[in-house]
């Protein structure tokens, strides 16, 4: 009877050994697909070995997004200044605002949409070194 529990208990073990030793391969597996994403290793395209990270960023559908982003930011940019103007000449009272002010904060915002597509693409370049 001993046997039998030595062989249900061993069974039971290497069942337990089975299942870690899968879930770490699944473990490692994840690992190696991040590295690869984020260009820490190189891949195989078109012949050639290069950052798949590289590869995204310089590819002509990614700057075509990000040109697209931004003519539609700017074009959003001159609406809602065109609409403060508009709701500043229509405002009563102490509510008022300069066009200084609405063209001052038009250009902070016009900044922001420049700068902030450059701060991501520069932060996913100086990350990856």
Known sequence: MEWLFDDLLGWF???LY???KSV???IDFICEIFRKLVGLETVTMNGRNENLLTHFILSS???NAFLGVTLVGAILVIVFVIV???KKETAEGRDK???GQILGRALQSFMTL???PFLV???IVFAKE
Do not use: F
Request: glycine share 4%.
């Open 13 to 15: 073990y290497e069942l």
């Open 18 to 20: 089975t299942l870690q």
């Open 24 to 26: 770490c391969y699944l």
């Open 61 to 63: 559908a990614i700057k």
């Open 84 to 86: 403060a103007i508009l």
């Open 97 to 99: 605002k300069t066009n």
């Open 114 to 116: 420049i700068v902030i």
């Open 121 to 123: 693409l520069a932060g």
